[in-house]
């Protein structure tokens, strides 16, 4: 059955740096179980500082990165070689700095790249890419992703399915083009909820005041159409990593030594 757990740090710079440590010991301890890894990256300041910590860590080493398939949540369709771009992003944090195998890398297209401004054919074809990497064992066309790192909006958004749009109704496709979102770029490429919760470990990590409503709304057990991120759980654990001000509206939850 799968479980819920709150990690509350004192602020970004440990979160980011617990999380970064956290990401290793798990990879590595798939790798070892299993041969190999999958993680999902997310964008956003959180996710994105979580990379760099790794990056600079000694530690990161100890991961087998030509045996780890990296995916992402989500994706800005804009030019390749834009700033707002997630993939972009990732490689200067992490992803340039390490030896993956390129043909373990799955970025979703870019506005720029071979299906040009279609975001619909983007869409369907990292569907594609999901369903091609998906075993026997998924059960289905998306792979049991090891990882997935989401994080979220103060809304109630995550990956970039936002409250009452298409892409929160959607319940057969695993990735959806995305339009007219409330924040810019409007338009984007997300994986959809039932695409998320085939994940075995979802981590939630978000830090300032502007979320605690939002966490704190999820994790008592809202809708997910009003608020996305209450759909975001993993078939094995749902892990929330939060700042002292994100989790500024729970209670119960567990609180790390500071030493």
């Not at 740096?17 to 041969?35: E, F, H, N, P």
């Not at 994706?75 to 070689?81: I, M, Q, T, Y």
């Not at 972009?88 to 030896?99: F, G, I, M, S, Y």
């Not at 704190?216 to 057990?221: I, K, P, S, T, V």
Request: with cysteine.
């Amino acid at each position: 059955m799968s479980k819920t757990e709150v990690v509350v740090y004192a602020n970004q710079d440990l979160l980011a740096a617990a999380a970064a440590a956290r990401l290793v010991t798990r990879l590595v301890d798939v790798q070892a179980a299993k041969g190999s890894a999958s993680l999902v990256l997310t964008g956003g300041g959180t996710g994105i500082a979580v990379l760099a910590e790794l990056q600079a860590s000694a530690a990161r080493d100890a991961i087998d990165w030509s045996r780890l398939d990296i995916y992402w949540g989500d994706e800005r369709f804009v030019p390749a070689d834009s700033d707002e771009r997630n993939e972009k992003q990732a490689r200067e944090a992490l992803l340039d700095h390490v030896p993956l195998d390129p043909k373990r890398v799955h970025a979703m297209a870019p506005s720029d790249g071979e299906f040009g401004d279609d975001v619909d054919a983007a869409a369907e074809a990292y569907a594609s890419v999901l369903a091609d990497n998906a075993g026997p064992e998924d059960h289905g066309d998306v792979p049991s992703f090891d990882i997935m790192l989401l994080g979220l909006g103060g809304e109630g958004h995550t990956a970039s399915v936002f409250p009452e749009s298409p892409a929160v109704h959607e319940t057969e496709r695993s990735v959806v083009a995305v339009r007219n979102c409330p924040k810019p770029p409007p338009t984007r490429i997300s994986l959809t909820l039932p695409a998320i919760r085939r994940a075995r470990d979802v981590w939630l990590m978000t830090t300032g005041d502007a979320k605690a409503d939002a966490v704190a709304l999820a994790l008592a057990g809202a809708g997910e159409v009003q608020l996305p991120v209450a759909g975001a759980r993993g078939h094995r654990r749902t892990l929330w990593l939060l700042d002292r001000t994100a989790a500024g509206k729970l209670t119960k939850v567990y609180q790390p030594p500071t030493a």
